[in-house]
């Protein structure tokens, strides 16, 4: 899907009040918070900081209350972003309280829809990387998660997810002056 295609839905707020965007994977320490802290430093840099709030989440409760996986803050550190926060599991007032949930790939995508509270809090739910016109076009839209793979996975992961929150971040700015 692209992103001329979302529905009103899950579209930005236009008025004052704060877009908010969660960002979803499996337990919280790897590729969302690597989603947020690359996003948080792209709003940063824009100036956005009031207009976008930001977190994340997991749809599994193993790791609540843990830091980020050293190797996802490594992978971020040697790009000059902090992944800051601890890991907590979805909730069901995420559907109420955030404009868009961003999920890292496809299980994550289904577990969320399965969850959500009827069809708008299913209209909110989208795959990162269909906000990258790359891996749109190819039809690539998982983050792969890094967390059992191979050495370098993680720096795998902070390209895919720096390209995705990129577009992202432009569908939100567009959104925000509509």
């Not at 989440?57 to 609540?64: E, L, R």
């Not at 907590?88 to 999920?103: H, K, M, N, T």
């Not at 496809?106 to 069809?119: H, K, T």
Request: some cysteine.
């Amino acid at each position: 899907m692209s992103a001329e295609s979302l529905g009103e839905r899950s579209r930005p707020r236009a008025d004052a009040s704060p877009t908010r965007l969660l960002f979803v994977c499996l337990g919280n320490i790897c590729r969302s918070p690597t989603a947020e802290g690359v996003m948080r430093a792209l709003v940063q840099r824009e100036g956005l900081a009031e207009s976008i709030q930001l977190d994340s989440a997991g749809t599994g409760a193993w790791h609540v209350g843990s830091r980020p996986d050293a190797r996802a803050r490594q992978a971020a550190q040697a790009r000059g972003i902090t992944l800051e926060g601890s890991a907590r599991q979805i909730r069901a007032e995420d559907f109420l309280e955030f404009d868009l949930l961003v999920a890292m790939d496809a299980e994550n995508l289904r577990d969320l829809r399965r969850l959500a509270l009827g069809e708008d809090g299913r209209a909110k739910v989208r795959r990162l990387r269909e906000f990258d016109p790359v891996s749109a076009a190819i039809g690539d839209l998982d983050v792969p998660d890094p967390y059992y793979g191979a050495d370098g996975g993680f720096d795998r992961v902070f390209e895919l997810v720096q390209a995705a929150c990129e577009g992202l971040l432009e569908h939100v700015r567009a959104g925000l002056h509509t």
